[in-house]
Each structure stands twice: as structure tokens, then as C-alpha cells.
């Protein structure tokens, strides 16, 4: 195999945004089918980003007849990510699933099932690793510079950006709001840079507060109250199994200006670090207190000669690269299993004013 074929399935917003300018950087990667329950998406789709003979289709199964097609993207709404990761391995597809990896937790230890029954690599879209300050301070974690990190936060927190178009504002499509959407990264990229998969007690509150605010400013437009059926913000404290702490902040909308998207604070017996301000790293040396300002330009942590550090470009780049030349995936998804596990036990927390304990 020289070239990877990939089918898109799904070509909404974050498939223009994201996963289709991405693939059309990587050389080994060809996009050669689109499908679209809207099929103006996926005609667009095919003539910004495909050849004369790619496909297209408003029915993914049909999609996964081809039997030329070597990868496919899942990037629908979240209620759809299972059904449809699950038949494309079933076909003979390797899957990239944008994230959350589902909706419930039960499907997504499901479409983990299919992916070990079938050997079909299966991967979610947890851009945030590939970030330079993030892989830099992975680097840091596995150096053994922070020591034990035994507590921790994931930021994840917007003043007033509610994304008011598609499905963002409907639970039954999406099963949350700020919290699987945005939560969702900030935690994955805690528990990566812990290396630490095993919670043991989630408490957890959701609030809908703010999403009844009539005419309420925001960066993308007012939304419509019955429409914003998600909720607003939700907060976290997530105990493991060895006793390490994290507490988990999410928001589209709170009145607050202490404001961070998919960033991590880290509590080390020999350090901490934290990428508020640029990537900082602090301890005590020589009986003196230090803060080491990171500098992420310098290069030395790049995946690809020549590539460029945009993110979804590098996850793109190391997804065909573990598909072409069978190499360990960036993203398990073993631990975005975990990722989705805590998230559906913050929701029941919340609902239940318990907190839920782990198996």
C-alpha cells in the first residue's frame, strides 16, 4: 500500500475545519469518498477536496461497500459515532472517530470490542497531544522531572462562546454540552500526561444556568433558551485508584475571566507545571523557589521533517502514518474509553447528587 484511501463520513463543520484540510497536507493520504445525509455537503466535499472519481454518498453503508477504501472518518454527531465506527470495522475499515469516542460509555466500550474482535485500528480525535506545549510537557511528565503527579486540573472554561448551529445545543444528538465537547479534551490530556487510566470515585454538578438568558451575548449570537437543552457548565473531582486528585472545570457560558480552553495544571512531588501562561514549569531548588518559562519554538519534539506544527495536521500525519506502516496509535482507545467512563459518571453524579464509584 502506497496510499492510504479514506472515506468521510460526515461533512459538516468539523470535517471542513478539521479532519479534510488535514488529510489533503498528507501525501500518503487520498480522500476518495464522501457521504452526507445532506448530499450538497458531500458534492462540496468531493470538488474542494477530491479527485474526478471520488465517490459520493448520502447513505454511509453504502460508503462502506467499497471495499477500495482503507480508512474512514467519523465525523457526525456523537449519537451516530458508534453505529457507524462499529459498521466500518465490521467492513474492513480502520476508523479515526472524532471525539468523544460516543455518546454513553456503553458504546464506546462497544466499539472497542469490535476493534479487538476485528484487529481494525480505531482511533478518536483528541487533537489537544499534539500541540507543541502538550508534547512538550509529555516529555517532561515521562522524564520523571515532575515526580508523582498526584493532583491535577483540566481546564476547559469559555466566558460566552456557546456554539449555537448544528446540533451542539441538543442532548439526545449529542449527550451533553461544554462538558463532553470541551471537558472532554482537557481531561484527555490530563490523564495522558498522568499516564494514569484508573479512577476510582467521580462527584461531579451540572449546571443550566446562564443557557436561560434571553438576547445573552456571545461570541457566535444569542441562543434560544428552549432550544439549549445541554447544559451551560459542569464541574468535576475525579479520585484514582492511587489517590491522585483532579478536578475537572468546563463551560460555554460562565461569568468568569479566568478563562482556558483544553489546558492542564500539574502537582508534582518534584515540580508542577501548568500551561496558563505559555508552558511553565515550577519548583524549589537550592532551597530557592523557580518558575522555568518553556520555550516552544525551538524545535526538537516535531513528528515529521517539515511538517508544520499545526495540530490537526500532526494527528492527521501520525493517523495515516499508523495506518501505512502499522505503527502504535497516538490515540488508544482504551483510554479514551476512560476519558468517556468519568464523563457519563460526572453527568450521573450530577443527576443522582452522588457520587459514583468506579468498577
Known amino acids: 500500500m502506497s496510499k492510504v484511501r479514506v472515506g468521510i463520513i460526515g461533512c459538516g463543520g468539523i470535517a471542513n475545519g478539521k479532519h479534510m484540510p488535514s488529510l489533503s ?5 487520498e480522500m476518495v469518498a464522501f457521504c452526507d445525509i445532506v448530499v450538497e455537503r458531500a458534492e462540496e466535499a468531493k470538488a474542494k477536496y477530491g479527485n474526478s472519481d471520488a465517490k459520493v454518498y448520502s447513505d454511509y453503508k453504502e460508503l462502506l461497500k467499497d471495499s477500495s477504501i482503507d480508512v474512514v472518518h467519523v465525523c457526525t454527531p456523537n449519537d451516530a459515532h458508534a453505529v457507524i465506527s462499529i459498521d466500518a470495522m465490521e467492513a474492513d475499515k ?19 470490542a469490535v476493534a479487538q474482535k476485528t484487529g481494525k485500528k480505531l482511533s478518536i480525535g483528541y487533537n489537544n497531544r499534539f500541540r507543541p506545549d502538550s508534547r512538550v510537557l509529555k516529555q517532561v511528565c515521562e522524564s520523571g522531572e515532575l515526580g508523582e503527579v498526584y493532583f491535577a486540573k483540566a481546564h476547559a472554561i469559555r466566558r460566552r462562546a456557546v456554539p449555537t448551529w448544528g446540533v451542539f445545543l441538543d442532548e439526545e444528538k449529542q449527550g451533553g454540552g461544554p462538558l463532553i465537547d470541551i471537558g472532554t479534551h482537557a481531561l484527555d490530556l490530563v490523564l495522558w500526561m498522568m499516564d494514569n487510566y484508573k479512577p476510582k470515585v467521580v462527584l461531579g454538578r451540572a449546571y443550566h444556568k446562564l443557557s436561560q438568558t434571553e438576547n445573552a451575548a456571545n461570541a457566535w449570537g444569542p441562543w434560544d433558551p428552549k432550544e439549549f437543552t445541554v447544559e451551560d457548565s459542569a464541574f468535576a473531582m475525579i479520585t ?14 460562565l461569568n468568569s475571566l479566568d478563562i482556558d480552553e483544553a489546558k492542564v495544571t500539574l502537582c508534582g512531588t518534584k515540580a508542577g507545571a501548568d ?14 523557589l523557580y518558575v522555568k518559562n518553556i520555550e516552544l519554538n525551538s524545535g526538537g519534539v516535531a513528528f515529521y521533517d517539515g511538517a508544520s506544527e499545526d495540530p490537526a495536521e500532526l494527528e492527521a500525519r501520525a493517523w495515516i502514518d499508523s495506518v501505512l506502516n502499522d505503527k502504535e496509535l497516538i490515540v488508544k482507545p482504551e ?6 467512563e468519568i464523563l457519563e459518571a460526572i453527568y450521573e453524579s450530577s443527576r443522582t447528587g452522588k457520587a459514583v464509584y468506579m468498577n
Open 25 to 29: 497536507k498528507v501525501k500518503e493520504a
Open 335 to 340: 483510554q479514551a474509553l476512560v476519558v468517556s
Open 240 to 253: 484514582m485508584e492511587n489517590g491522585a486528585s483532579i478536578v475537572l472545570e468546563s463551560s460555554w457560558a
Open 94 to 112: 480502520h476508523v479515526l472517530c472524532e471525539k468523544p469516542m460516543a455518546k454513553t460509555a456503553e458504546d464506546a466500550r462497544r466499539m472497542l
Open 275 to 288: 500551561m496558563k501562561s505559555g508552558l511553565r514549569i515550577n519548583g524549589e531548588e537550592n532551597s530557592r
